[in-house]
């Protein structure tokens, strides 16, 4: 029904930038609440950041003025931009997308398959 590809994870040196995508297709509709969460092995999952269809966000404390969540509806694309890593951001960034099954009046959440971005020297 709905699906979500990451991309633009990888490896940085500290102090670098990444940018994650997170493409939506299949039934989407602009309204549709997105974020991202991360986790790292043996770690509860962490949110890192989501948006509304109005522009509304909300930030984890841990990346608050360093990462920057944003929307693309023309493109049906997520966007995460993340300045000045640190080692603790390492981890596998997932994406999500809730949508409202108005048959059963229960809203569903559907994940992207992750990407992984360390941040080394």
């Known amino acids: 029904q709905v699906q979500l590809v990451e991309s633009g994870g990888g490896l940085v040196q500290p102090g670098g930038s990444l940018r994650l995508s997170c493409e939506a297709s299949g039934s989407i509709f602009n309204k549709d609440p997105m974020g991202w969460y991360r986790q790292t092995p043996g770690n509860q999952r962490e949110l890192v950041a989501r948006i509304t269809s109005g522009g509304s966000t909300v930030y984890a404390n841990s990346v608050k003025g360093r990462f920057t969540i944003s929307r693309d509806n023309a493109k049906n694309t997520l966007y995460l931009q993340m300045n000045s890593l640190k080692p603790d951001d390492t981890a596998v960034y997932y994406c999500?997308?809730?949508?409202?099954?108005?048959?059963?009046?229960?809203?569903?959440?559907?994940w992207g398959q992750g990407t992984q971005v360390t941040v080394s020297s």
């Open positions: 999500y997308l809730d949508q409202m099954n108005w048959g059963t009046a229960v809203v569903e959440r559907y």
